[in-house]
């Protein structure tokens, strides 16, 4: 494995039969990936397999993860379980090889790289995971939200201070008539 991430694969080792890895996805490695964002690994360790081929100096990386996740609902904030089931295809060149691309006007596609002689695949981990997250996770259809305060308490402790005044004023008010 290398320092620059936990998903490293020699490209040396790959030709045109390719290779099959299988791998675990651990919820450190998850919250790391995860830093920053409300989702968090839930559960037991996520798995990744995928099949990785070298034609010329491009890489073919086609997979699947699954991974056991958990974000608030964006209603009522009670956590939602998630359980992705993410399809990955990624077609890797060399960061050289890249640039040629790019000059040779074929900029209809995107150009995702390698760099040096190993694929690291965790920042493509991350993304797949992010990408197939909802942007709006319920609970369930039905999630009313948050509910309001009830009105029957008025001048508690939760009512902002502000309004103490108006709802003074509103008491003599309905006192008096």
């Known amino acids: 494995m290398s320092a620059r991430g936990a998903f490293v694969f020699p490209v040396h080792d790959l030709d045109r039969s390719g290779q099959n ?26 798995q990744c397999h995928v099949h990785l081929i070298k034609t010329g100096n491009d890489v073919l ?20 379980e998630l359980r992705p089931h993410i399809e990955l295809t990624l077609l890797l ?6 640039n040629a691309r790019l000059a040779s006007g074929d900029d209809e596609t995107e150009v995702d790289t390698y760099d040096g002689e190993e694929v690291v695949l965790d920042r493509f981990l991350r993304e797949a995971i992010l990408l ?13 939200g948050i509910r309001p305060a009830s009105e029957s308490v008025r001048g508690d402790a939760s009512t902002d201070p502000r309004l103490l005044p108006l709802l003074e004023l509103a008491k003599r008010r309905n006192w008096k008539e």
């Open 132 to 144: 197939e997250s909802p942007t709006f996770p319920l609970c369930s259809e039905a999630c009313e």
């Open 61 to 80: 990386v086609q997979g699947q993860l699954d991974v056991e996740l958990v974000v608030p609902c964006a209603r009522c904030l009670d956590p939602v």
């Open 21 to 46: 890895r299988d791998f675990p996805i651990s919820a450190a490695w998850l919250r790391g990936a995860l830093e920053g964002c409300e989702m968090q690994p839930a559960g037991p360790d996520g």
């Open 93 to 98: 060149v060399p960061a050289s090889g890249a």
